[in-house]
């Protein structure tokens, strides 16, 4: 079955300070990797998705980038923290060829406070 | 006007009600639709799973799609405690995998 993974579970940084969150998926091959940032109240915003190693696609200009090194990695990074990065970062996968549904499932999440 | 509409709530029922969740939409593109059950402090995760239009039954929960009238819902029978939680609807066009929407989910309590 396919797991989803991401680390650490709670970071309080400060700002000015990088970051750097990953996300490992296992058992399937070549999913489409997924992060988003959800806000206190608010909806999941999509920041980047990548369809393959080394393919990343931006959905929001921001201090934050990603990267695929592996097919099943998926890291966001950040040069300098600002306070407006604080939230709940999720990666997500889409289901591979054996999931017709397409569906998103996600990580646990990681819970990022800049001050 | 948002793409996805859902009642934030917070919404609270007694143990044993039923729940009804719904979402308004205005992209008549969309084809899937999802239901997310999401805990406090927790990753969402994948409860329901329709497409187009009609009805689906799991368990306690159905979910419903009317594609006329742009409006998916989600119901919950004989509601328990640990049915408390955040629930997030979302949806996507056939063709594009990488373009879900979300409502911004509404809070449920269920009171023992």
């Known amino acids: 079955s396919q797991t989803i993974h991401q680390w650490p579970a709670t970071l309080v940084q400060p700002v000015g300070s990088p970051l750097s969150l990953e996300c490992t998926v296992e058992?399937?091959?070549?999913?489409?990797l997924y992060w988003y940032r959800q806000a206190a109240g608010r909806g999941l915003q999509l920041l980047f998705y990548?369809?393959?190693?080394?393919?990343i696609s931006s959905e929001v200009p921001q201090n934050l980038s990603a990267s695929r090194p592996q097919d099943r990695q998926f890291i966001l990074s950040s040069k300098k923290l600002l306070l407006s990065d604080s939230g709940f970062y999720l990666c997500?996968?889409?289901?591979?060829?054996?999931?017709?549904?397409?569906?998103?499932?996600f990580g646990p999440g990681t819970r990022l406070l800049v001050l | 006007q948002k793409e996805v509409e859902q009642d934030p709530g917070p919404l609270s029922v007694p143990e044993g009600a039923i729940v009804s969740l719904n979402c308004t939409y205005s992209?008549?593109?969309?084809?899937?639709f999802m239901w997310y059950r999401q805990y406090s402090r927790k990753g969402p995760e994948l409860l329901m799973y329709?497409?187009?239009?009609g009805n689906k039954e799991d368990g306690r929960f159905t979910a419903q799609v009317d594609k006329s009238s742009k409006y998916i819902s989600l119901f919950i029978r004989d509601s328990q405690p640990s049915d408390s939680a955040t629930y997030l609807c979302?949806?996507?066009?056939?063709?594009?995998?990488?373009?879900?929407?979300f409502g911004a989910g509404t809070r449920l309590t269920v009171k023992p």
């Open positions: 997500a996968w889409i289901g591979g060829a054996a999931d017709p549904r397409k569906a998103q499932y």
């Open positions: 058992g399937t091959s070549n999913p489409n």
């Open positions: 990548s369809v393959g190693i080394g393919q």
């Open positions: 992209n008549s593109a969309f084809q899937y």
């Open positions: 329709t497409y187009s239009s």
């Open positions: 979302a949806m996507r066009a056939m063709y594009n995998n990488n373009d879900m929407r």
